[in-house]
């Protein structure tokens, strides 16, 4: 007899698959102290956020979970989810076995993409060669794959090993010796390893058993094994004989029991369907036909003394995981695709009460050719259309026995983002470097005004040119090469300068602050040249072209995944170091950081996945700033609009407003894109602003801060912050208390003051501590260090944008080094020291300056 239930030899799919009078001088000073002292006056924010860790024991239904097997090559999580209007409980996904490396990759993105919405994951193992070659070694990798994901996701996962394997239709059917010794080898491993995963076993639906109508697969039965398949001894397999027993591996090794059900529109109570029964056209399921096949009476020729649910489900004390679905033919008349496929899961919910062991529901979530609709297309989906998808939704939501997730704690790429910030461990360590760079600075700053009147042939030549400021070009120079040594993650004294040299800050800050200072010196040249429209129309012209050149990086990586050899995952996805604001807690946790990237080849490609293109809500870890800049950049002729007409002070408490914003509330965002959980746009566009401010009356602000007033107040300042630093750290280091300062302050102030995220109060001040005293120490050295390094750093600051994009490509180089040691110092030497070299030719000849912005 042909079978009833199983959805074709074709498996469910799979993954192929980012400012000179009294008046004047006093009204610069005011202007010099809104500018830069307010840098050191934001407010902390306490506490940081942590992101959810896997939990300590399997979660397990109270209900029913629900949710799709879905064609991994042409759908995905988010798409599901998006058509459904809910978020499942749980995702299949058929991976190759033994494990290669595509079935890993596959693995791997499935899991992180069923993380991102804490779904459970049921990974139906299909073998694909002979079940008697699958070893240990084969069970060890996937095991080892099973607790890699547990460990960096918490996700639970169900093992659905050889699914069907009762029917002919599948390579490995009907082989009940090979499959139970195959079952039991992987279930071993799994049970004595520490991925809590849970073994399933699932035969098909059993009646039309032993299938001969479906492929004619039963002659190639071993011949030890036939014995086992004819289970009444008449010497012949036929229905009579049990369809499931002899494939039973045992309760030792099956956690999960299951079963494929699926409704292929044709058929009846007293005949199974298979490949001999026409499909003729669409039918709605026969009243009961659900509960008959749980009954084990319906498509059944002959009766069976019993059901697989009392067998295996009741009788074995097993959670059931029910696969199903309804085809649907487009091309053939007969009833609607509603009543199908609405008819087909409402008597699927209406029977989970009855059979309350049936802890979770599969749906088959494909469109392909089919077997049993004579190489028909057909259609399994339930969400395709949003009439069907509604009505799936409605009827879920009103099942008293559906659990809808999450499950897990979902862990998302915006938590990826998160991720990226790489802090230093808090404590009076870290707190201790930060006072030794404030007075490092103090004193180099003291020592700048003595050699300022002793050696004033050294001091930078000003002419007073508006258009550019050497100084500021080579402390550019100097930050985009930290941010580029600390991205290309390789040990060695570059790398530890970087990541050093400047206290509490990091390249980043500085970037942002020094891009505002620039282009507001070059803003009024271009007014002054052009005119105020068409100067407004260039800034949004460049803005245009960054955000142009941030799509195509973000692109150029995904195309050069698909190039052997390249180890692209090293900047599309990012491995926890433990050091980030997730604690150690979260180290070796993956993320993926191009989510849905591969439904940008589908055609057409889905409006989700273009959307997440669109707005950034992808790219390469060292470039996420990027899209801080394109923002930034889109309000400079707005901006720069009022600067010109002298109500910066407006623009300053805009800009503080919205940082108060972001301080109160640090989790509203403007915009989904990745760099905002890195970089917030309300905390960071404080810096941007405040360097345009300075950039436009940069002029003035010299002159103000380099009067007698300006510098006692400069020096205060500068010497102010260092001793109150220093204060409280010897008071930490001693044991005193330092007069009115609280005695525990130091403990705290690197936690709710020194936060990169949320650009705390303290960050805010190092800002400004370092623009000035290094601003003062190039000017006051400026001789010796351009002759000594002034050729490198200028270049290199002037083409800062055009260094930060190319950096992604360089740190891709590096990490696709076959066997290189990252943690040698020679070999990180050297490798920080071609790539700057090498970024430092790029500039000097000029390459692509055409194409990308600098």
């Known amino acids: 007899m042909p079978t009833l239930n199983h959805p074709s030899s074709t498996g469910a799919g799979s993954a192929s698959g980012p400012r000179r009078s009294v008046a004047r001088r006093l009204g610069a000073a005011l202007l010099a102290v809104a500018a830069l002292v307010p840098l050191a006056l934001g407010p902390a924010v306490l506490g940081d956020a942590t992101s959810a860790s896997a939990a300590t024991a399997p979660p397990e239904p109270s209900g029913t979970w629900f949710g799709p097997d879905l064609d991994w090559g042409s759908d995905g999580p988010d798409g599901y989810a998006g058509r459904l209007g809910a978020t499942p409980s749980l995702y299949g996904v058929n991976i190759d076995y033994p494990l290669d490396r595509r079935a890993t990759d596959e693995w791997r993105r499935s899991a992180r993409a069923a993380a991102a919405q804490g779904a459970v994951l049921v990974i139906s193992l299909e ?345 500021i070009d080579l402390f550019r120079g100097f930050i985009i090469l930290a941010v580029v040594i600390t991205h290309i993650e390789v040990a060695g004294p570059f790398s530890f300068v970087t990541l050093k040299a400047v206290g509490a800050i990091t390249g980043a800050e500085m970037f942002v602050f020094l891009s505002g200072i620039v282009l507001g010196m070059v803003y009024p040249l271009g007014i002054k040249k052009y005119g105020e429209k068409a100067a407004a129309i260039g800034a949004f012209v460049r803005a245009r072209k960054q955000y142009v050149v941030t799509l195509a990086v973000i692109l150029i990586v995904f195309a050069l995944s698909f190039v052997p050899l390249l180890n692209t995952d090293a900047v599309t996805t990012f491995t926890d170091r433990g050091t980030g604001t997730t604690g150690t807690t979260a180290e070796g946790r993956v993320y993926d950081l191009y989510p849905n990237v591969d439904r940008l080849l589908d055609y057409p490609p889905p409006w989700y996945a273009v959307r997440q293109l669109l707005l950034l809500e992808m790219g390469p870890w060292p470039f996420n700033i990027m899209g801080l800049f394109v923002v930034l950049s889109l309000t400079i002729p707005a901006l720069m609009w009022a600067i010109k007409r002298r109500a910066w002070w407006a623009v300053l408490l805009v800009s503080w407003a919205l940082y108060a914003v972001g301080v109160v509330f640090p989790d509203v965002h403007l915009l989904p894109s990745q760099f905002e959980a890195v970089f917030p746009l309300f905390a960071w566009q404080v810096l941007f602003t405040h360097g345009l401010v300075i950039g436009w009356y940069r002029r003035q602000i010299v002159t103000a801060l380099t009067t007698r007033l300006g510098k006692v107040l400069v020096g205060v300042g500068v010497v102010g912050y260092a001793g109150f630093l220093a204060l409280i750290w010897a008071g930490h280091a001693y044991g005193f208390a330092p007069g009115p300062i609280p005695s525990g302050l130091y403990d705290t102030l690197y936690a709710t003051g020194y936060q990169r995220v949320d650009m705390q109060w303290g960050r805010l001040v190092d800002v400004a501590l370092v623009a000035v005293c290094v601003y003062a120490i190039l000017t006051v050295f400026w001789t010796p260090i351009s002759k000594a390094v002034g050729w490198f750093y200028v270049p290199l600051g002037q083409a800062s944008l055009y260094v930060f994009i190319w950096q992604v490509f360089f740190v891709l180089a590096v990490a696709s080094i076959p066997g290189l040691d990252r943690s040698s110092v020679v070999v990180g030497t050297i490798v920080h020291t071609v790539s700057v070299l090498l970024l430092w030719v790029m500039v000097k000849k000029k390459f692509l300056f055409s194409v990308v912005p600098r």
């Open 127 to 471: 073998p694909t060669g002979r079940l008697s070659e699958l070893d240990a070694a084969d069970a060890r990798r996937a095991d080892d794959l099973l607790t890699e994901i547990d460990e960096q996701y918490g996700t639970s996962q169900l093992v659905r090993f050889a699914p069907e394997m009762n029917g002919n239709w599948q390579r490995w059917g009907q082989q009940p010796t090979a499959f139970v010794g195959a079952f039991r080898e992987l279930a071993d491993v799994v049970h004595a390893g520490e991925s809590r995963a849970r073994m399933v076993w699932a035969p098909s639906y059993g009646a039309g058993y032993p299938f001969s109508d479906a492929d004619g697969r039963l002659p190639e039965t071993p011949a030890g094994d036939v014995g086992l398949l004819d289970t009444n001894d008449d010497g012949r397999v036929t229905e009579a004989d049990d369809p499931y027993g002899p494939y039973y591996p045992g309760d030792d090794a099956v956690d999960w029991v299951g079963q494929s059900m699926f409704y292929f529109a044709k058929g009846s109570a007293s005949t199974a369907a298979g490949t001999s029964v026409p499909l003729v056209e669409n039918q709605a399921p026969a009243a009961g036909e659900v509960e008959g096949r749980f009954g084990e009476t319906w498509g059944y020729a002959e009766a069976q003394p019993s059901t697989f649910y009392e067998r295996f489900a009741e009788g074995r004390d097993r959670p059931m995981l029910l696969d199903t679905g309804a085809l649907y033919a487009d091309e053939l008349a007969g009833a609607a695709e509603l009543d199908v496929k609405q008819g087909w899961w409402r008597q699927v919910l209406e029977s989970l009460p009855g059979h309350d062991r049936i802890a979770g529901v599969t749906w088959l979530e494909v469109e392909r050719d089919e077997a049993e609709a004579g190489d028909r297309p057909v259609d399994w989906r339930a969400t395709a259309e949003p009439g069907i998808a509604g009505s799936l939704r409605t009827d879920l939501e009103a099942s008293d026995r559906i659990d809808l997730g999450p499950v897990t704690d979902r862990i998302t790429s915006t938590d990826g983002d998160a991720a990226t910030v790489q802090v230093r461990d808090g404590g009076g360590d870290e707190m201790g470097w930060i006072v030794a760079c404030a007075g490092a600075l103090a004193l180099a700053f003291l020592v700048s005004g003595v050699v300022g009147r002793l050696l004033p042939r050294w001091r930078y030549p000003d002419d007073g040119s508006p258009a550019r400021d050497l100084r």
